[in-house]
């Protein structure tokens, strides 16, 4: 059984940082993307970054660009979504994901954990 489960939310001051992790477990991730999504209140879920599985290559969406960082831990099964300067705008549910197709939407991903909520204000 595949589980993701995301860890390190919280909440933090405008220009602070926080460091999400993604626990991958129940298959191996080889040729998959782990990605990070976030769904703000009222809001669509939105790609926020993703990371291609073993080789690493990262891709970001733009609102992000610059500010976070996405990087995965082949041994421990891990993907982490660094996030620097973080702006009241990020507050938002975390999903990790994980799926076959290399894409921002979310419907081509197949698994998903729970959530972590990180909220930035003051």
């Known amino acids: 059984q595949v589980r993701l489960v995301e860890s390190g939310g919280g909440l933090v001051q405008p220009g602070g940082s926080l460091r999400l992790s993604c626990a991958a477990s129940?298959?191996?991730?080889?040729?998959?993307?782990l990605a990070w999504f976030r769904q703000a209140p009222g809001k669509e879920r939105e790609f926020a970054a993703s990371?291609?599985?073993?080789?690493?290559?990262?891709y970001y969406a733009d609102s992000v660009k610059g500010r976070f960082t996405i990087s995965k831990d082949n041994a421990m099964n891990m993907v982490h979504l660094q996030m620097n300067s973080l702006k009241p705008e990020d507050t938002a549910v975390y999903y990790c994901a994980a799926g076959l197709l290399l894409d921002y939407r979310d419907q081509n991903y197949d698994y998903w954990g729970r959530g972590t909520q990180v909220t930035v204000s003051s």
């Open positions: 129940g298959r191996s991730f080889g040729g998959y993307t």
């Open positions: 990371i291609t599985w073993p080789r690493g290559v990262p």
